[in-house]
């Protein structure tokens, strides 16, 4: 257990619906991310937060849409998404700002869009 | 832009073998980092090393780093079948109060019994 969980593990949703992803850390952190993983692509950054502000969206489509009501939460909120969009959905905190910092990352939510 | 490249995308050994795996990265860092995945499941952090560092050990880990050759490499010494995992390194793009890491691909270790 790395102290940030993630919900659901598993998700398949058809592409008219809305859905949320969830993030929780129990660590004290005041950076949160989301990262998409897809079968053969690096690890992509998709938005960072600081302190519950936004400081990074790392040119994401509008159908994504992150929201930060707090330092420990994070959620990403989805709707009418499209089939390359299914891939490990990844949440990660870390003390402060990625570079000199080790990231906590969740296990991931494995979105497939159907 | 993906900054680190590891090498080899995937690599096969016996236990109890030795495992090097390189990453290369293009621009200037603070900082880099290795991370090991399980499959399909969330990266776990190794080992953080400072670019004014030239290596580092934990464990059965040993990371180097040259900046002159903008490279990286992560030595896993005695390995074992729980060492079976995607291993990726990641650094930030050396600008002051950098707030992003960028990952390679990943190299893909297997540990044969």
């Known amino acids: 257990e790395t102290g940030v969980t993630q919900t659901p593990r598993h998700l398949v949703m058809g592409m008219t619906n809305k859905k949320s992803l969830k993030c929780e850390q129990h660590l004290g952190h005041n950076a949160m991310y989301w990262y998409k993983q897809s079968a053969k692509k690096p690890l992509e950054l998709m938005f960072v937060y600081n302190f519950k502000e936004q400081t990074e969206n790392n040119s994401v489509p509008s159908r994504f849409s992150p929201e930060c009501p707090n330092s420990s939460h994070l959620f990403l909120h989805l709707h009418t998404l499209q089939p390359e969009d299914s891939a490990l959905y990844l949440c990660?905190?870390?003390?402060?700002?990625?570079?000199?910092?080790?990231?906590?990352f969740g296990p991931g939510t494995r979105l497939t869009v159907t | 832009s993906q900054q680190g490249e590891e090498d080899p995308q995937a690599l096969s050994i016996q236990e109890g073998e030795n495992a090097t795996m390189n990453c290369s990265y293009k621009?200037?860092?603070?900082?880099l980092q290795w991370y090991r995945q399980n499959s399909g499941r969330g990266l776990v952090h190794l080992i953080l090393i400072r670019s004014n560092e030239r290596e580092k050990h934990s464990g059965r880990l040993r990371v180097t780093l040259d900046t002159s050759k903008k490279s990286s490499s992560l030595l896993i010494t005695a390995s074992r079948a729980a060492d079976t995992a995607s291993y990726f390194c990641?650094?930030?793009?050396?600008?002051?109060?950098?707030?992003?890491?960028?990952f390679g691909q990943g190299t893909r270790l297997t540990i044969n019994p």
């Open positions: 990660a905190s870390s003390l402060g700002l990625a570079g000199d910092y080790e990231q906590y």
């Open positions: 990641a650094t930030d793009d050396g600008v002051g109060g950098a707030q992003k890491l960028v």
């Open positions: 621009t200037s860092i603070n900082n």
